[in-house]
């Protein structure tokens, strides 16, 4: 069911490819995208409400509500409404919604914010077969966790953040980390958020890419399953079983219930190098602080700005953006550290 009703209506037909460039600036990659509006062929009044379908990955989450904010926020200043439906971390539960949205006729257009992409790509075939505009945010449309290009054609838009790039990064900053200490070798436990995910393992594979032949071992795993608790009883285990410990490279979450667990053990924080990845407030007040060395960013607020403006350009005016990097304008390669982190905005809690 859906979380927020919008008034239904039929959706109307709408522009072809060819219509002339969107008012709407956006920093677009361009992929070769066709046009995902449906086979109509007339445009609906600029003026006409829209009714946006909005697929959302976990509506009860703290990076998910700035996403979703960030897009009503597009959606009111352009006279359209979303209407909500929580995908509550199932892939199933994903697809059957869709499937509503396709059988319901009320909607224009449809943002989807994947929890497992290959689950759901035929269905989202069919929602575009049916006339549904489709832009595809934050998570990979598909099978290849290595690249942010579209993969399944007829998107009106694509943006996405890669784990593969994630992992590289993270393992780059984890190598610095550990030689600002000149650690060799540099003892690490790495905790992944579900360590049978296809993003976790991506991420985990370009990690440990980027950090092979060089003094980072990692020693110890664990997982945080997004959950700071979660993290602090799996990095208190690890530090037991493992004390020679020098670094804890985890997502910001974990690095929070990491933060923890050392202070209940009795070691002093700056003992450890804490590197990490989200790009969230409690990211940036720790490396302000000094507590975490450096974190590379993701930035759910600004995707689901995107994806809303690639939405209206794509149903008012025809305009596909294509492939669309989330990232382009963010300093230092999206990567917040002490010298750095005064020119950031942390766009989640953590």
């Not at 490819?17 to 990659?29: D, F, K, T």
């Not at 892939?91 to 919604?97: I, R, W």
């Not at 593969?164 to 993270?170: C, D, M, P, R």
Request: hydrophobic share 45%.
């Amino acid at each position: 069911m859906p979380l927020s009703t919008a008034v239904p209506r039929r959706r109307g037909i709408l522009a072809g490819a060819g219509i002339a460039v969107a008012a709407l600036a956006l920093a677009a990659c361009s992929s070769g995208t066709t046009d995902a509006s449906g086979s109509g062929e007339t445009s609906a009044p600029t003026d006409e409400p829209l009714q946006i379908a909005y697929i959302s990955f976990a509506v009860a989450n703290t990076y998910d509500e700035p996403m979703l904010a960030a897009a009503q926020e597009v959606a009111e200043a352009n006279n359209a409404e979303i209407t909500v439906f929580d995908g509550n971390l199932d892939p199933a539960t994903q697809a059957t919604l869709i499937e509503d949205v396709i059988a319901s006729g009320d909607y224009d257009g449809m943002i989807v914010q994947p929890i497992y992409g290959p689950a759901i790509m035929d269905v989202v075939a069919e929602a575009m077969d049916a006339g549904l505009t489709v832009v595809n945010i934050d998570q990979i449309l598909g099978e290849d966790f290595t690249s942010g290009a579209t993969q399944l054609p007829g998107l009106a838009s694509n943006i996405v953040f890669v784990p593969s790039i994630l992992g590289q990064k993270l393992g780059e900053q984890t190598v610095e980390a550990c030689a600002s200490k000149n650690l060799d070798p540099c003892n690490v436990a790495y905790l992944h958020d579900l360590k049978t995910s296809s993003v976790s393992i991506a991420l985990w594979d370009a990690f440990s890419e980027a950090t092979a032949g060089t003094p980072v071992t990692v020693v110890a795993e664990g997982e945080t399953f997004w959950n700071p608790a979660a993290a602090q009883t799996a990095v208190a285990d690890i530090l037991t079983a493992n004390p020679d410990i020098d670094a804890i490279v985890t997502s910001d979450q974990g690095l929070q219930g990491a933060v923890l667990a050392v202070g209940d053990s009795g070691a002093a924080v700056g003992d450890y190098l804490f590197v990490g990845y989200g790009g969230s407030q409690w990211a940036l007040d720790a490396i302000t602080d000094g507590v975490v060395y450096s974190d590379v960013i993701q930035a759910p607020a600004t995707t689901g700005r995107l994806g809303m403006e690639a939405m209206i350009a794509a149903l008012r005016d025809g305009t596909d953006m294509g492939d669309v990097d989330p990232f382009a304008d963010f300093p230092n390669n999206g990567i917040m550290t002490p010298d750095t982190v005064s020119q950031f905005t942390g766009e989640w809690p953590g």
